[in-house]
C-alpha cells in the first residue's frame, strides 16, 4: 500500500475516534439532564419559602406605579404598605409582588402581561437592582411603544422610587440578556427613576431617596 | 394614551429619544470614542426639533387624528447619529383602524406628509450639522 494512503487512513481513524468520543460524551450528558429532570419532577420535598420579612419589622409606606385607565398621563401611583425588612431584596420582592398582583383601584390597570411572574432578583453593592422574569412577560406583552414603556417603568419606578438603595434596574428576561421587551425599549443597559412619565413631581420623592441621592 | 393590554388598542405617537439616557453608565466626559449607547446625543435638539415639526405636519394634514410627541429609551434610536424619531401610526390587529391604513388615499396623503415635514426640517437647518 502506498504510504500517503497509508497516512490518510491513520488521519482517518484518528478523526473518527475523535468524533466517536464527542458523540459518546453528549449522549452522556443528554441522558444525565433527562435523569435529573424526572427526579426534580418526582421529588416531593421543595425548599421552604424564606419569609419576606420579620414579625419585628415595622411597616413601611410605598407608592406602586400602574398604568393609568383614562390615558391622561401613562403612569399613576396607588398607595401602599409593604414590611421594612433589613434586607434590599426582600424589600424588593414584596414591591414586586404588588406589582404582579396589580392594582386594587379601577382607575388603574395592571402592569404586567398575564401569568408574568419574577423569578429572582439580585441587588449589586453599586445599587442596580437585576430583576430576571419569566418569558410571559414577553411572549404575553401587547406589544407598542407606549404599553412596554408602562410595563417597564412600573417596575423601575416602584422599585428605585421606594427603596433608596436601588438607583436603576437592569431586567432579564428568563435568566438572559435581552436587547428589548417586544421589540421597542432598549434593556441591555440599566434603567433608572423616570417620573415624567408619571402624576408625582420629584419634589415628592421619599425623604430617604433624595438623602441617597444628595450623596 | 396610555397603557392598553388589549393587543388590537389603536394608537399614533410620535417618539424622540429619552433625553439623560445612558448618562450613568459615562462617568467622564472627553471620551476619545462616543459610546454606541449615547450616539443619539450627537442630534438630540434636532431630533426634537423634527418631531415637533412632524406633529404639526400630520396633525394639519390629518384630521381627527392625535399625534403627541413622547420621549422613551428606544433601542431603535439609542445609537442614531442623525436627527431622528419613531412614528406609530396605527395598529394592523384593529379593524377599524386596518381600514384606514391600507387605503391608498390615506397611505399617499401620509407618505407626502412625512416627506413634506423631512424636506421643511431639511430646509431648516440647512447649514447647520445638526
Redesign the interface.
Same mark, same amino acid.
Given at each position: 500500500m502506498p504510504r500517503h494512503i497509508k497516512i490518510a487512513l491513520i488521519v482517518l481513524a484518528i478523526g473518527f475516534a475523535v468524533s466517536l468520543g464527542f458523540f459518546v460524551d453528549i449522549v452522556g450528558r443528554v441522558r444525565s439532564m433527562v435523569v435529573n429532570e424526572k427526579d426534580t419532577a418526582e421529588n416531593p420535598f421543595t425548599a421552604p419559602k424564606t419569609p419576606l420579612y420579620k414579625p419585628t419589622d415595622p411597616p413601611m409606606p410605598v407608592k406602586i406605579f400602574f398604568?393609568?385607565?383614562?390615558?391622561?398621563? $401613562?403612569l399613576s401611583t396607588e398607595d401602599s404598605t409593604i414590611f421594612k425588612s433589613a434586607e434590599v431584596v426582600n424589600r424588593a420582592k414584596q414591591i414586586l409582588e404588588k406589582v404582579e398582583r396589580g392594582p386594587t383601584l379601577g382607575t388603574l390597570?395592571?402592569?404586567l402581561?398575564k401569568d408574568a411572574k419574577v423569578d429572582d432578583i439580585f441587588v449589586s453593592e453599586k445599587g442596580t437592582a437585576f430583576i430576571d422574569f419569566n418569558s410571559s412577560i414577553a411572549t404575553n406583552h401587547?406589544?407598542?411603544? $407606549?404599553?412596554e414603556?408602562?410595563?417597564i417603568y412600573s417596575i423601575v419606578n416602584s422599585l428605585t422610587y421606594n427603596i433608596p438603595e436601588i438607583?436603576?434596574v437592569k431586567m432579564l428576561i428568563s435568566g438572559s440578556e435581552k436587547?428589548?421587551l417586544a421589540?421597542?425599549? $432598549?434593556l441591555? $443597559?440599566?434603567?433608572?427613576m423616570?417620573l415624567?412619565i408619571t402624576n408625582v413631581t420629584p419634589d415628592h420623592q421619599p425623604e430617604a431617596k433624595k438623602v441617597a441621592q444628595n450623596k | 394614551?396610555?397603557?392598553?393590554?388589549?393587543?388590537s388598542?389603536s394608537?399614533s405617537?410620535i417618539?424622540v429619544m429619552?433625553d439623560d439616557?445612558?448618562g450613568?453608565?459615562t462617568s467622564t466626559s472627553g471620551h476619545l470614542f462616543l459610546p454606541w449607547?449615547l450616539g443619539y446625543r450627537t442630534s438630540q435638539a434636532a431630533s426634537l426639533q423634527i418631531g415637533k415639526l412632524m406633529q404639526d405636519e400630520l396633525t394639519k394634514a390629518i384630521p381627527g387624528w392625535k399625534f403627541p410627541l413622547?420621549?422613551?429609551?428606544?433601542?431603535?434610536l439609542?445609537s442614531t447619529t442623525m436627527p431622528a424619531l419613531?412614528l406609530?401610526i396605527g395598529?394592523m390587529n384593529n379593524s377599524v383602524n386596518v381600514q384606514t391604513l391600507v387605503d391608498p388615499g390615506f397611505q399617499n396623503r401620509l407618505a407626502n406628509t412625512i416627506a413634506a415635514a423631512v424636506q421643511r426640517f431639511s430646509e431648516n437647518s440647512a447649514g447647520s450639522s445638526f
Open positions: 398604568p393609568a385607565a383614562d390615558g391622561s398621563i $401613562l390597570v395592571p402592569a402581561p401587547p406589544g407598542g411603544v $407606549l404599553n414603556q408602562a410595563t438607583q436603576e436587547e428589548t421589540g421597542h425599549i $432598549l441591555l $443597559l440599566p434603567l433608572q423616570d415624567s | 394614551m396610555g397603557y392598553s393590554p388589549d393587543k388598542e394608537s405617537s417618539f429619552k439616557f445612558g450613568s453608565m449607547y413622547h420621549s422613551a429609551p428606544l433601542a431603535v439609542t419613531v406609530e395598529n
